[in-house]
């Protein structure tokens, strides 16, 4: 459940949290009309602060561009003051920010261009996303029998809600069958992403992870761990992994904003490597968390003060 909190962030003003409404004839909800991003906000030794949150609001804006929703009225500055205003109103130290534009109250029709397009930000307390114990012991998955989209179909780039409808069959399916999460392949067949995480995988010391043409979305995570695993002397090779690969990884792992660094000890029942967390993942780990815990460290761009 949700824990609700005091205000949300409408169109450039706070509201009361229970006014946060929309209509039963809104566009987003007929057709999916909406953008949306997910952004944590860490506890410091200098106060609360939003993990990248220039990179997020980039993404924000360009997934309603690829839509043709990017006419806000404000500039990515002001989004990023306004995620600030809005933490700070709802005295949070910690919490996981959700930002959404989409097309609300006006035409019920597939052209959107009559409906007006509402932007709200909501922020609330949120743990560990694969489970508590999942950061050190790594969760059991599946490779789906869905595939992701096909990249001239629903654009993987923007983070758009009606890409959650194959996000939600990956993850029912796999939920269901008793893991914890599946890997999606693209439609080539090669290895594209998990429902809500990007997907990482070592062999030899090499890291290796599926290029943005795999019907993957552009994790800011990801793009975290690139620059880390670069920064510690690691090679990092973006290229298509066949599924095969993932069964004779010596380490597989997921990134996102909720699942953070997740390592993955089995696919479809075969033990990954050792079957526990391994030492290239472990290693990432700890350089990610100490960015956060020092208040920055070597990327003090990566921390927006609340
Ligand atoms: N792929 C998908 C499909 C995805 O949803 C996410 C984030 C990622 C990759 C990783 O992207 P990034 O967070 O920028 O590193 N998934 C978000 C939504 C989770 C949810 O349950 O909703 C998230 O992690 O916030």
New binding site residues.
């Given amino acids: 459940m949700i824990q609700a909190t005091e205000k949300i962030w409408h169109n450039g003003k706070l509201i009361d949290w229970n006014d946060a409404r929309v209509h039963v004839l809104c566009h987003a909800l007929h057709y999916g009309s909406s953008v949306f991003?997910?952004?944590?906000c860490y506890e410091t030794p200098a106060g609360p602060a939003i993990f990248r949150a220039r990179e997020?609001v980039r993404?924000f804006f360009d997934s309603a561009r690829l839509y043709r929703m990017d006419d806000f009225g404000f500039t990515p500055e002001e989004f990023i003051d306004a995620m600030r205003e809005l933490v700070a109103a709802n005295g949070l130290n910690a919490c996981?920010l959700?930002p959404i534009a989409f097309r609300g109250y006006g035409d019920l029709h597939v052209l959107p261009f009559n409906c007006p397009i509402e932007v709200y930000i909501a922020c609330w307390p949120w743990g560990k996303?694969l489970g508590a114990e999942s950061l050190e012991k790594g969760v059991d998955v599946c490779v789906s029998s869905w595939a992701r989209m096909a990249p001239n179909t629903l654009p993987?780039m923007a983070?758009a809600a009606a890409?959650?409808m194959n996000?939600q069959l990956i993850l029912m399916e796999a939920v269901q069958n008793g893991y914890a999460e599946a890997v999606a392949l693209d439609p080539a067949g090669f290895v594209s992403?998990?429902?809500?995480?990007?997907i990482f995988l070592v062999r030899d010391g090499v890291i290796y992870t599926p290029p943005l043409g795999a019907s993957?979305?552009?994790?800011?995570?990801?793009?975290?761990i690139l620059q880390l695993a670069a920064a510690a002397g690691c090679t990092v090779v973006e290229q298509n992994i066949p599924r095969e690969a993932l069964y004779i990884a010596d380490e597989l792992f997921f990134?996102?904003?909720?699942?953070e660094i997740c390592p993955i000890r089995s696919v479809d029942r075969i033990p990954i490597g050792s079957g526990q967390r391994g030492p290239v993942t472990k290693r990432l780990q700890e350089e990610f968390t100490s960015i956060i815990q020092s208040g920055g460290g070597r990327h003090p761009e990566w921390l927006t003060f609340v």
């Fill in positions: 991003e997910g952004i944590r997020h993404r996981y959700r996303y993987a983070k890409n959650y996000s992403e998990g429902s809500g995480e990007n993957v979305l552009p994790g800011i995570t990801r793009d975290t990134s996102g904003t909720a699942a």
